[in-house]
């Protein structure tokens, strides 16, 4: 919300925040939990209990479709983003530093799958549609909309600097709103050691 607002030019503190409360199907981890998540915040709009709501992938384009909704501001369609972020974005792989440190294997085995993964998907697209369709628990359709074209050839992790700016600005909202206790390099931060070595395995095995 504070992406969009600020790209508009306003201030977070010119604009009234509103709290909900959390869904009870979301919070208990049920199975269809994921499929109800922003539907607290997209009753309050219809009911005008809000002005406006943060809402993104396969639900976004299922409120857009009922046509009762339109949006103000798309985050991935401004070209000044280095990229669009929220709360889930960009996606993370971390470690605690003692399986860092005295199981280093593992951590590197499991880059190596993820790696491998994303190579398959490369050339998997129907499975990968599939996929994704049952974990954002949306029909091909809206997951194909909200995913940018060939989604499924960009799953591979990287350190690429496009991706630690996108990181330095979560880590910055974090920190700015005290949910970090203090300020760190992010470089220093991102080991590259494990990914390093994970593709060096996947050249050996070529």
Same mark, same amino acid.
């Given at each position: 919300?504070?992406?969009?607002?600020?790209?508009?030019?306003?201030?977070?503190?010119?604009?009234?925040?509103?709290?909900?409360?959390?869904?009870?199907?979301?919070?208990?981890?049920?199975?269809?939990?994921?499929?109800?998540?922003?539907?607290?915040?997209?009753?309050?709009?219809?009911?005008?209990?809000?002005?406006?709501?943060? #809402?993104?992938?396969?639900?976004? @384009?299922? *409120? +857009? /479709?009922?046509?009762?909704? &339109?949006?103000?501001?798309?985050?991935?369609?401004?070209?000044?983003?280095?990229?669009?972020?929220?709360?889930?974005?960009?996606?993370?792989?971390?470690?605690?530093?003692?399986?860092?440190?005295?199981?280093?294997?593992?951590?590197?085995?499991?880059?190596?799958?993820?790696?491998?993964?994303?190579?398959?998907?490369?050339?998997?697209?129907?499975?990968?549609?599939?996929?994704?369709?049952?974990?954002?628990?949306?029909?091909?359709?809206?997951?194909?909309?909200?995913?940018?074209?060939?989604?499924?050839?960009?799953? #591979?992790?990287?350190?690429?600097? @496009?991706? *630690? +700016? /996108?990181?330095?600005?979560? &880590?910055?909202?974090?920190?700015?709103?005290?949910?970090?206790?203090?300020?760190?390099?992010?470089?220093?931060?991102?080991?590259?050691?494990?990914?390093?070595?994970?593709?060096?395995?996947?050249?050996?095995?070529?």
């Amino acid at each position: 919300m504070e992406t969009a607002l600020a790209a508009r030019g306003v201030a977070a503190a010119e604009v009234e925040l509103t709290h909900l409360p959390a869904n009870v199907s979301f919070s208990s981890g049920s199975p269809d939990h994921k499929g109800n998540l922003g539907q607290v915040e997209a009753d309050a709009l219809k009911a005008g209990k809000v002005d406006a709501i943060f #809402a993104g992938g396969v639900f976004a @384009q299922r *409120l +857009l /479709a009922t046509g009762e909704f &339109k949006p103000i501001y798309e985050l991935s369609a401004d070209p000044e983003l280095v990229l669009p972020i929220n709360n889930s974005y960009p996606n993370t792989l971390t470690v605690s530093r003692q399986l860092a440190e005295e199981a280093p294997e593992i951590v590197v085995e499991y880059v190596k799958q993820t790696l491998l993964a994303a190579k398959w998907a490369q050339n998997h697209y129907p499975e990968v549609l599939e996929l994704f369709t049952r974990q954002l628990h949306g029909t091909p359709g809206e997951v194909t909309t909200s995913l940018p074209i060939n989604f499924h050839k960009h799953l #591979a992790v990287n350190l690429s600097e @496009q991706a *630690l +700016l /996108a990181l330095e600005g979560q &880590k910055r909202f974090l920190y700015d709103h005290g949910y970090l206790s203090k300020d760190f390099d992010l470089a220093k931060w991102a080991d590259d050691r494990f990914l390093k070595a994970a593709l060096a395995e996947i050249e050996q095995d070529a």
